[in-house]
Each structure stands twice: as structure tokens, then as C-alpha cells.
């Protein structure tokens, strides 16, 4: 990677926090926790990396850390998911 | 082919920006959160395409191993055990990301010979960034489930030791990015990087958690972030970005809602409490204080038109959510005006006490946010707090010299008549005595809230 496509890399960051930024401020605070437990699955995103690695054809140390990393991803993603889905479940007006 | 799966890339991030715009209202929250996983869903088949994925034992075992593991945590959690449960959750991303960057560095050292520096910058980041939510939110999580002492832990040269420690991985990590090939280098920023996890987290108190547990939601997104500038994935950045903002978001509103500044609350704060609270402690006894029996209590209701109920976190610990609802169902019946007031950092994290009410099919759109309700307090006939405490208490608003002064509190002492509901006349988490409880209007109401209300509920019923 040289320094410029680092920087393509930062650019991106920087706009997708921005935008965060806009989006999550208009979230009301009835639903801070299932925006808490939403966003927290989607910080599960790793996963994608997780498959890199533990889907590699040669049996390495790099594959042995993907298991793992794609174990607590997984974790993350299904228990963060399921758990807004429930609690947004809940959520009704009468 | 890497056209198509970074255009289903891009697909996949503009349905988490759509998933978490839905969250905004309560309407389309739960679509919203469906279609973020729908983005999860694709971006995982199309890895699943990635040329690099050529055997699939050790990715179904890890997929079905989490997926089990997750749901069973995801179905199983009490409602009130839910600030612990996303303490957990953010704990495995976090360790994910770091795991991630390791694995990629074993890959891109035997691919090519040696690391470019923007990569090995990017991996030392995602290591630290990683390991420290990991172990913090471990922390968090036993602070939470109380298998880690829940008080604001000091030790020794605690400042000096957490810089010193971080100056140190820093160190490392400028020793790795000049000599990708020294591999004890990333050994050691790990090392230091999950020690620092645990002493960051340590030191901060259980009700100053609802910080803690959006500060590491946010480290959980940026080491997402991190990992994706390893490898060179747009997606990754944008995801750990949206999560990382959020994260931030919550923490600026938590320490808002209590005056303090973040570093006032990670170095484990209010450290003028233990003083301040021993001398108010002292003339406690002087002091009266008026306490009322369910009977009397029932009558004060059914006389009022418009009750407001102020939840905190003792009603989480008694499991009172279902009592209140039924309290506020035997009111309104009356035609009594009933809402809810909660807030901003009642309970363990945030939104905690708007989750615990859902549950027990309160209505969203009686519970009111501290600035819409707390104008209206002089209209209330009768404020009922239930298992708050330093969120009400008065000398935060005049008393100067009190450690809370200048947070924000409900305002419920501008009410006719304050009823309270506490087992005894226990400090709050401030270690400060509450005024409030001693003022002309204020009724004590003493016991467990589950039972109290319980009674309160028969005694109205019976009017």
C-alpha cells in the first residue's frame, strides 16, 4: 500500500464518521440501548476479515487466529442482531 | 469478480447508513435493524466468493460455533441483564478486530516479504485498539454482572503507570513499523494493550458505566475501522466508522448528563464524594423525615390528576418494571395523567430504563426525556421515584459545595407532593445525601420496590 491509497482510506473514514455523526444525534433516547446493541453488531463487520483467514488453503497460524476471530465475530454479529431485534420487539405505542 | 463483490460492498454499507437512519423513530427502528443485517448477510456470502476462501471446514465450525453461541446469549439475556450483555458483545468485536490484524499480518508476511509501512501502522492500531475494548469490556461486563467489584477501584501511581504502559506500546509499535520482522514487537503491544484494558476500566464505578460501555462501543467500531485499513476494505472503514461516531455520540450525552468530563469519569472521579458525603452523613439524624404507609400512599394517588414516575436503577435491581406498569395501568383507569420521566444516565447504560419499561408493554410515548418533562414538574400532583437517587437531588441545582452540583437533575421537588420509594436512607452513588428526601413535601415510601408497589397497586385498587 503506498501513502496515497492510505490517504483514499482516510478520506473515507472521515466522511462515514461525519455522516455517524448526523444520523446517530437524531436517534432518540428511548432507543439508545437498541442503537448501542444495533451498532454493536455492525462493529461485528470483522467477520469479513475473519473469513479471509480462516478460509485460507493452507493450514497456518493465520488460520488458526481466523478461527478464532471468526468465532467472536460471529458472536457479535448473531447475539448483537438478535438481541436489538428483541428488544426492539418491545417496543410498541398504544 | 472484485468488481461485483466491492459493488455488493458498497451495497452492504449504504444498508447500514439506511438501517441505522431507521433507528431514528421507534416506528421503523425494527426494519431498520433488518436491514442492517441483510448488509451483514451479503458482505459475508460475497466474502465467502473472495478467491482467498478456498476451504470451508474451519469457517462453518466458527460460524456455527458463534452463530450458537451468540443466539443462545441473545435469547436467554433478562432484559435487565442487558447492559452486560452488549458489554460482552462489544468485548468480542473489539477481540475480533485484534485477531484479525494478527492473522493478516501472518498472510501479508507470506505473501510478500516485507510490510509496507501504512499496513504495519494499521496493524499496530487495530492490536491496541482491539485488545483494549477486549479486555475492558471483560471488565465491564463482571463490573456489570458483579463478579468484578462494582465501587471506583484506586491503586497506586494508577496515572503514571496506565501512561507509562501506553508510551510503551507506543514505543513498540514505532519499533515494528521501522522492522516488520520483528514479531515480539506485536507480541508485547498486545500484552501491554489487554493489561491496559483492564486497569482503564477498573477504576470506574458501576453507575458511571453507561460511559464506559459506549466508550468501548465506539474503540470496538474504530478497531473495525482499523482492520479494514489493513485490509484495504472500504466497507470495514465505513461500518467501524458509523459504529465508532455513535459510540462517541452516546459518551458525549452520558457525561452531559451527569456535568463531569470524560476524564473525569474514566479516572474513576468524584473524588471529593467520600468527604462531602461524610459530613452530610453526619447531621442526617438531625433531620426529619416524613414516611407513609401503602394506605396513605394510595389515597395521595387516587387524589392526583397528573402523576409523573421517575425509574432509576433500583427499579432494574428489583425487577419493578412490571409493578410500575401495572401501577400506572391502575391509575390511568382512574383517568389519571400518568408519564414517565427518565434520566439520561438513570440505570447502566443508555436507555436502559426505556428498554426495562418497553418490556413491561409501557407505552414509548409516555416516557419523556429529562428537557421535555422537566418544565412541567410545578403541574405534577405527585412525583414517584423509584430507585433514583442523585438524579433528583436537589443540591445540584444551588448547593455549591455538594460534588454533583451543576448536573442536570429532574426537577421533581417543584411537584405538590414527592413520593420515594427506597429500601432506607442509603447514599446514592455520589455518596452524597439526598436532600430531597427531607423536604416539606417528600413522603417516604420504604421498602423493596417490587413488593411496595405490589401493595400500593391492592390499596388503590381497593379505594
Redesign the interface.
Given at each position: 500500500?503506498?501513502?496515497l491509497?492510505?490517504l483514499m482510506?482516510v478520506y473515507?473514514?472521515?466522511l462515514?464518521?461525519?455522516?455517524?455523526?448526523e444520523?446517530?444525534?437524531?436517534?432518540?433516547?428511548?432507543?439508545?440501548?437498541?442503537?448501542?446493541?444495533?451498532?454493536?453488531?455492525?462493529?461485528?463487520?470483522?467477520?469479513?476479515?475473519?473469513?479471509?483467514?480462516?478460509?485460507?488453503?493452507e493450514f497456518?497460524?493465520?488460520?488458526i487466529?481466523?478461527?478464532?476471530?471468526?468465532?467472536?465475530?460471529?458472536?457479535?454479529?448473531?447475539?448483537?442482531?438478535?438481541?436489538?431485534?428483541?428488544?426492539?420487539?418491545?417496543?410498541?405505542?398504544? | 469478480m472484485q468488481i461485483v463483490s466491492y459493488l455488493i460492498y458498497l451495497i452492504a454499507s449504504v444498508l447500514?447508513?439506511f438501517?441505522?437512519?431507521k433507528?431514528?423513530?421507534?416506528?421503523t427502528?425494527?426494519q431498520?435493524?433488518?436491514l442492517?443485517?441483510l448488509g451483514?448477510f451479503l458482505?459475508?456470502v460475497v466474502?465467502?466468493l473472495?478467491q482467498?476462501?478456498?476451504?470451508?471446514e474451519?469457517?462453518i465450525?466458527?460460524?456455527v460455533?458463534?452463530?450458537a453461541?451468540?443466539?443462545v446469549?441473545?435469547?436467554k439475556?433478562p432484559?435487565t441483564g442487558?447492559p452486560q450483555?452488549?458489554g460482552l458483545?462489544?468485548g468480542?468485536?473489539g477481540?475480533?478486530?485484534a485477531?484479525?490484524?494478527?492473522?493478516?499480518f501472518?498472510?501479508l508476511s507470506?505473501v510478500h516479504s516485507a510490510l509496507?509501512?501504512?499496513?504495519s501502522v494499521?496493524v499496530v492500531l487495530s492490536i491496541i485498539i482491539g485488545s483494549v475494548t477486549f479486555t475492558g469490556s471483560l471488565i465491564a461486563f463482571g463490573k456489570l454482572q458483579e463478579i468484578v467489584t462494582g465501587k471506583v477501584v484506586k491503586y497506586p501511581l494508577q496515572n503514571p503507570i496506565n501512561v507509562l504502559l501506553f508510551l510503551v506500546s507506543v514505543a513498540a509499535g514505532v519499533f515494528f513499523v521501522i522492522d516488520p520482522a520483528q514479531i515480539d514487537m506485536l507480541f508485547l503491544i498486545a500484552g501491554i494493550s489487554l493489561v491496559l484494558g483492564v486497569l482503564l476500566v477498573l477504576p470506574i464505578g458501576g453507575a458511571d458505566m453507561p460511559v464506559a460501555?459506549?466508550l468501548l462501543?465506539s474503540y470496538?467500531?474504530i478497531?473495525?475501522?482499523m482492520?479494514?485499513?489493513?485490509?484495504?476494505?472500504?466497507?470495514?472503514?465505513?461500518?467501524?466508522?458509523?459504529?465508532?461516531?455513535?459510540?462517541i455520540?452516546?459518551t458525549i450525552?452520558m457525561c452531559k448528563g451527569m456535568n463531569r468530563s470524560l476524564m473525569n469519569v474514566v479516572l474513576g472521579g468524584w473524588e471529593t464524594a467520600g468527604g462531602t458525603g461524610a459530613a452530610a452523613g453526619g447531621d442526617k439524624a438531625q433531620k426529619p423525615v416524613k414516611s407513609v404507609d401503602p394506605e396513605e400512599a394510595a389515597m395521595l394517588f387516587d387524589s392526583a390528576q397528573n402523576v409523573v414516575i421517575v425509574p432509576g436503577y433500583g427499579m432494574a435491581v428489583a425487577q419493578a418494571q412490571h409493578a410500575v406498569r401495572e401501577l400506572a395501568n391502575v391509575l390511568e383507569k382512574k383517568g389519571i395523567n400518568v408519564r414517565f420521566a427518565?434520566h439520561?444516565v438513570a440505570g447502566r447504560?443508555?436507555?436502559?430504563m426505556?428498554?426495562l419499561l418497553?418490556?413491561a408493554?409501557v407505552?414509548?410515548?409516555k416516557?419523556y426525556?429529562l428537557e421535555d418533562i422537566n418544565d412541567d414538574f410545578n403541574n405534577v400532583d405527585v412525583a414517584f421515584i423509584v430507585g433514583a437517587n442523585d438524579v433528583v437531588n436537589p443540591a445540584a441545582r444551588h448547593d455549591k459545595n455538594s460534588p454533583i452540583y451543576g448536573m442536570p437533575i429532574l426537577n421533581v421537588d417543584y411537584s405538590k407532593t414527592v413520593v420515594v420509594n427506597k429500601r432506607s436512607l442509603n447514599v446514592g452513588y455520589a455518596g452524597i445525601d439526598n436532600e430531597l428526601f427531607y423536604g416539606d413535601n417528600t413522603l417516604m415510601y420504604f421498602g423493596d420496590a417490587k413488593d411496595a408497589i405490589t401493595k400500593l397497586v391492592n390499596e388503590i385498587k381497593g379505594l
Open positions: 500500500m503506498e501513502i491509497d492510505l482510506l473515507v473514514f472521515v462515514a464518521i461525519f455522516v455517524g455523526f444520523l446517530i444525534t437524531k436517534v432518540p433516547p428511548t432507543l439508545h440501548t437498541p442503537l448501542m446493541s444495533g451498532s454493536n453488531a455492525i462493529s461485528g463487520i470483522t467477520i469479513v476479515g475473519a473469513l479471509l483467514s480462516a478460509g485460507a488453503e497456518t497460524l493465520s488460520t487466529l481466523g478461527l478464532a476471530a471468526l468465532i467472536f465475530a460471529t458472536i457479535n454479529v448473531v447475539g448483537g442482531y438478535l438481541v436489538t431485534d428483541r428488544m426492539l420487539k418491545m417496543f410498541k405505542k398504544k | 447500514f447508513i438501517g441505522i437512519k433507528l431514528g423513530s421507534p416506528k427502528a425494527r431498520g435493524n433488518m442492517s443485517s451483514m458482505a459475508v466474502t465467502l473472495d482467498r476462501v478456498l476451504t470451508f474451519y469457517i465450525i466458527g460460524i460455533v458463534g452463530s453461541i451468540g443466539s446469549m441473545a435469547l439475556v432484559m442487558m450483555m452488549v458483545l462489544n468480542f468485536g477481540g475480533a478486530s485477531l484479525v490484524a494478527f492473522a493478516e501472518y498472510h507470506d509496507d509501512i501504512p499496513t494499521t460501555i459506549s462501543n470496538s467500531g478497531a473495525a475501522s482492520t479494514g485499513f489493513v485490509l484495504n476494505n472500504n466497507m470495514l472503514i465505513i461500518a467501524g466508522a458509523l459504529v465508532g461516531a455513535s459510540g455520540i452516546l450525552i427518565i439520561p447504560m443508555p436507555g436502559h426505556n428498554v418497553a418490556e408493554q407505552s414509548y410515548d416516557l426525556a
